[in-house]
C-alpha cells in the first residue's frame, strides 16, 4: 500500500496550488481520507479531511474559506485545492487513509500516511 501527495510547490501570497493523492496498492473508496501538515518546528496539524462517499468534509478553522477536499474514488485519488495562500500555510502537507468512513482530526485515527509534499508561500 502506497500513498503519494504530489503537486506542492513555491507559490505567493495570494495564490493558488493543487494537491492531488494518489493511492496504489488497494482501494481506498471505503475509507475516509485527511490532509495534515507540518511546518518547521511544529506538530502535524490537521487541515481536511472527506468522507468514504466524498459528501461529508471537515476543515481546519485556519483554511476553511480557502481550501477544498475532493476525492474521485474511480481513480483512487484525492485532492485538495488551495486558494488565498498564506506565509502560515507553508508546510509539508501529508494525504491519509483513515480507519473508518470519515476522517478524523487527530492523526491517530489514519493508519496509511503518504510521503509529504512541501508547499511554500513566500510573502
Known amino acids: 500500500v502506497q500513498l503519494q501527495a504530489y503537486g506542492g510547490g513555491l507559490v505567493q501570497a495570494g495564490g493558488s496550488l493543487s494537491l492531488s493523492c494518489a493511492a496504489s496498492?488497494?482501494?481506498?473508496?471505503?475509507?475516509?481520507i485527511g490532509w495534515f501538515r507540518q511546518a518547521p518546528g511544529k506538530e502535524r496539524e490537521f487541515v481536511a479531511a472527506?468522507?468514504?462517499?466524498?459528501?461529508?468534509?471537515n476543515y481546519a478553522d485556519s483554511v476553511k474559506g480557502r481550501f477544498t477536499i475532493s476525492r474521485d474514488n474511480a481513480k483512487n485519488l484525492v485532492y485538495l485545492q488551495m486558494n488565498s495562500l498564506k506565509p502560515e500555510d507553508t508546510a509539508l502537507y501529508y494525504c491519509?487513509?483513515?480507519?473508518?468512513?470519515?476522517?478524523?482530526?487527530?492523526?491517530?485515527?489514519?493508519?496509511?500516511w503518504g510521503q509529504g509534499t512541501l508547499v511554500t508561500v513566500s510573502s
Open positions: 491519509a487513509v483513515a480507519l473508518k468512513i470519515m476522517g478524523p482530526v487527530v492523526p491517530s485515527g489514519y493508519r496509511y
Open positions: 472527506i468522507s468514504w462517499r466524498g459528501d461529508i468534509t
Open positions: 496498492g488497494r482501494t481506498f473508496s471505503n475509507n475516509g
